[in-house]
């Protein structure tokens, strides 16, 4: 047993070597946002009574956390492979290619708000989950709660983008993690506030169907207006986008069936928001890296992981372990500073990292085999890749965690 360790531990320590950098970069945006999401972790520990006077709140939960990590972290890995090719240039005018990214990631930022909030309340009905909010309900809340964080995580994505040239960060490696984290910041509070509006008798059906005609004609609008780049970014990203909604909707599903569980002990509800956020963000990291590698001649993607892409994904797993240590840790913290009941420290811990290395394979596998089918079919794995990687690790992830706490014995 011991000699296995010491080999273990000696291609870990190899793996970090062969790209310190990268390491060093990813491992702390990783942990910032791990930090970061305790925000979201409290407020929804500690929200329980909104959850129980608007049933079905829960199940936006992932999938409005999901919702600014695919659009902006999208954002992000494309403006990280202009500055990888050197033609990258921070103006918001409608005419140059990055004013064009922040005006379809804002359109997209809203439209799949509500695409989501129509298909959260049909998956309602399909999976008998009841009583739930009316469909006027869930749009308010998710689209208006949607544009709240939107503008907060659009700040961020650009500051990032702006920095990295100047400081020498390779956005590749920190853009998905911080994204995640300003979302898992600024998502679950502007959507807890936006649910103070659901159920107003007046207002949410009139301002329901005013969001719905601005998202409809704000699709139009981005295609024909000049500039093929936001056009074809909106075509592109509006299916993938709504696949990735669906099964963060499931995932809520997974979530609100076990809530009398994490009720039961809430620093579970604490870890929720970071352990779906960690694996997005490993993912994140992963198909950004992949993605730039094969816009720039420099991957040729084969039946496995090979090359590059094979200490790519060494990276990923030398980088699971800390975090989600870290993230199980920080949630524990996180449960005692609020008061929140915990079946332990370890017990935290344990679930964090058996969920999270479950979940890692997910991200390797769903990472690397995203880039290829976006690549074989002629699609910019920038736009498909982050979106289906994030939004898959929640589906997935919902279930890892929950097979987790009852591998560990929590439930």
Not at 44 to 69: D, I, M, N, R
Request: proline fraction near 4%; aromatic fraction near 6%; glycine fraction near 10%.
């Amino acid at each position: 047993m011991k000699p296995r360790l010491i080999r273990l531990t000696r291609r870990w320590r190899a793996v970090i070597s062969r790209d310190q950098r990268a390491y060093r970069d990813s491992f702390v945006a990783l942990c910032l946002s791990a930090i970061t999401s305790l925000v979201a972790g409290v407020t929804l520990a500690t929200t329980t009574g909104t959850l129980e006077e608007l049933p079905g709140l829960l199940l936006l939960v992932p999938a409005a956390l999901a919702v600014k990590g695919n659009v902006f972290g999208a954002l992000g890995s494309r403006l990280g492979t202009t500055i990888h090719a050197g033609t990258f240039r921070l103006s918001p005018r409608l005419d140059s290619a990055v004013g064009q990214n922040i005006a379809a990631a804002m359109l997209l930022s809203l439209v799949i708000s509500v695409v989501i909030a129509v298909l959260a309340k049909g998956v309602a009905i399909v999976f008998a989950v009841s009583p739930t909010m009316s469909v006027a309900d869930f749009i308010v809340v998710s689209a208006v709660g949607g544009l709240l964080a939107s503008v907060f995580v659009l700040a961020i994505t650009l500051l990032l983008a702006g920095g990295s040239g100047r400081y020498g960060w390779d956005l590749d490696n920190v853009v998905s993690p911080l994204v995640t984290a300003a979302s898992d910041l600024m998502s679950l509070p502007a959507l807890i506030i936006a649910a103070r509006l659901a159920s107003v008798e007046v207002f949410t059906p009139v301002a329901a169907a005013v969001l719905a005609a601005v998202s409809a004609g704000g699709v139009a609008w981005s295609v024909t207006v000049k500039g093929r780049l936001l056009g074809s970014i909106v075509r592109e990203s509006i299916p993938v986008l709504t696949v990735a909604g669906l099964l963060d909707l499931i995932a809520g599903i997974t979530i609100e069936g076990r809530l009398d569980d994490l009720l039961e002990y809430p620093v579970l509800l604490v870890l929720l928001p970071g352990f779906l956020g960690t694996a997005g963000g490993l993912g994140g990291v992963l198909s950004s890296r992949l993605s730039t590698k094969v816009h720039l001649g420099l991957l040729h993607p084969g039946p496995l992981p090979r090359g590059s892409a094979g200490a790519d994904v060494a990276l990923i797993f030398g980088l699971s372990v800390p975090v989600f240590a870290m993230t199980g840790a920080v949630s524990e913290l996180g449960g005692a500073l609020t008061g929140q009941a915990s079946p332990g420290l370890f017990e935290v811990v344990a679930v964090a990292l058996v969920g999270g290395l479950l979940s890692t394979v997910c991200v390797v596998i769903v990472a690397y085999y995203a880039t290829i089918i976006a690549v074989r079919f002629g699609l910019d794995p920038d736009t498909h890749g982050i979106p289906m990687v994030t939004s898959s690790l929640d589906f997935v992830g919902a279930f890892a965690l929950i097979l987790a706490i009852v591998a560990v014995g929590v439930a």
